[in-house]
Structure formats: C-alpha cells, structure tokens
C-alpha cells in the first residue's frame, strides 16, 4: 500500500506526484528496517566497491534496489544512482530523470546515527546520461528523508521547502505546519577537522578563526558538530543554522573533495537555497555548476548565507593574510 503523503497545502506537482510517492513507501520500508538494527539483518556489512571505489555496505545496494523497483511505472525514465556505473532506464515514455543517493551516511548504519537518501527530480532528455549532467537550474524538486529518532522527508519543488514527518500509527507522512528555512544565529560550524593538515591555506584560515574563538578576529565562541551524515549535518543546519565544509583537500582522491555533484551537492544545494541559505564550492555557487561526469565530486559548502559568503571572502584575501597567524589577519573579517 502506498503511504498517503498528507500535505497542509495540496502544492506537489502532479505529475511529480506517482516518484514521490514511490519514494515514500521505500522510506518508509526502510525507516522498518533501519530501526531494527541487527535483527534486520548485517546491515552495514561491507558487500563490494561502487564505481568510485566507495566501499558499499549491504544496506546501500538493498536501499539502490528498492528504490529501482519502486520507481517503474511511477513517469520516471532515468534513474542515476551513486550505487550503479551508469544511467539506468526505467519507463520508456517517462518524462522525469530521478538522481538518487540511496543510502547516505552508511559509515553510520551500524552506530545507530541518522543516516538518509538524498535525491533530486529534473525533466528527462533523450541522452540518459546528457540528461543529469546539467546544472541545477534544471532542477524540478530535490529533497531527503532523514532516518533517525523520526524519519522525516524534506522537499522543495521550488517554491520553498516543506517537511514531512513520518507517523508510524498510520504509516503515512504528515506535513508539519512549520516552513524550514535556515535560522542566522548559529555559531556551528560542521567539518571533518581530522584533515586539517591537507586543506589550502583559505580553508585552514576560516576554521582558525572559528578555534580562535573570542580571542580572535571572529571576537566570539563557536562550536563543532561532525556527524559525518550528510543529511544529518543539513538536517541540523535547516533546524538551527550554521555552517557545513567538506572542502577539497590534498589527499589522493581528494582534489574536487569527497561528496558527488548530481546526488549529493546539488540537490542539498537547491534544499538549502530555497531555505534562505547559500550553497557553493567554496567560491562558486554550486546550482551553477555543471557536472562533468556522473559521479564528479565538488568541495562543498552551505548552511547559513552570512557564513558561506565568509568563507568566499577568505578565498579572496591576499596570501599573506591567509598564512599569518589570526592574530595578525586584518580584522575586517571579525
Ligand atoms: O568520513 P568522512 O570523510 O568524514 O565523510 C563523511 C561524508 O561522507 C558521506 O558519508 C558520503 O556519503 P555516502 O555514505 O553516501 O557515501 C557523507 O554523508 C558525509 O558528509
Ligand atoms: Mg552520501
Ligand atoms: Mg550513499
């Protein structure tokens, strides 16, 4: 049975309507699963590599699979997924391309940490593959389920975000009355801080003056989350702001970052635009990035407007501003 999808307003497109709901009842299945932890089953065991050489854990490819299966008849003719090679056809005549990340955060399935999918809706070309490497103008919905203490859904079909928490006694999603949009008073910042040592130099800066704290140019204390849950960390800023990097760094592999474009980077960056945030690489606004493969990746940035545009100024300051101490940098940035 598919589970209703109660909407406060009835302002989901109807022909997006069929893949949303299809979406739905696997959130839901898997929300099931999930919160059975091992009695559903070894989850988070490691069963092969995706085609970025990802370890993929069973849970990722049942997530990619169900998905798959429930999006057939549902008008959607592609499905990209960070789990599979290559562009995969659904409904021949299906006038919508769906780019999914099936199971995000699955380092944290066996910890019992909120983990999601992520995905995003835009029309479908004739060319599978020319049809997700397009900017995220194209977009027509983008959005995530967060399965954690509740499972919830967070949409935007381009006219602000909207929320939906799934009820357990009626197994359908409730939209909750509140509108998400992203508070600017946090003083979070969210950064896997264990790869310092191979940021560039601007980088490094930023989160200096965030440790420096009230001793430095910033003039105030700050705090750090890293839940290394992508949807977690969104999930958390859209509530109470702040600010999210995963930066591209020095490490092998890592020169565009860790996180994917067309499943990751630009359907939160489209959540979070349209909550009042900003998105981008750093320095360029990723909705207008093109991706120039499937599964290309981009340093990432967004959360709270003020913020993100920041860290574009610390990517503007001359080099010796950002290799001086925070003690010495000019204070126009406090
Ligand atoms: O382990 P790291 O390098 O901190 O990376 C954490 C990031 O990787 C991810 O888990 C990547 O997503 P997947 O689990 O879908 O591969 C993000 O959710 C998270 O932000
Ligand atoms: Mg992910
Ligand atoms: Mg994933």
Redesign the pocket.
Known sequence: MMPKLAQTQPRIPTDLAPAIGALCKVAADLSHLISRGALGGALGANVGENTDG?TQKALDVMADEAFFAALRGTGVRWYAS?ERDAVAGLDPDGALALAI?P?????NIDVNVSIGTIFAIQPAQDDAEATFLRDGHALRAAGYFIYGPQTALVISFGAGVRRFVLDRESGGFEETPDIPSIPDTASEFAI?ASNYRHWSKPIRAYIDDCLAGADGPRGKNFNMR?V????A?THRIMSRGGIFL?PADQRAGYAQG??RLVY?CLPIAFLIEQAGGKATTGTRRILDCVPDHLHARTPFVFGTADKVDRVTSYHDLPEQEVSALFGNRGLFRA
């Open positions: 990802d960070e990340d199971l995000d955060g699955s380092s896997n890293w290394a849950s992508l949807v960390e995963y860790r996180l990751e």
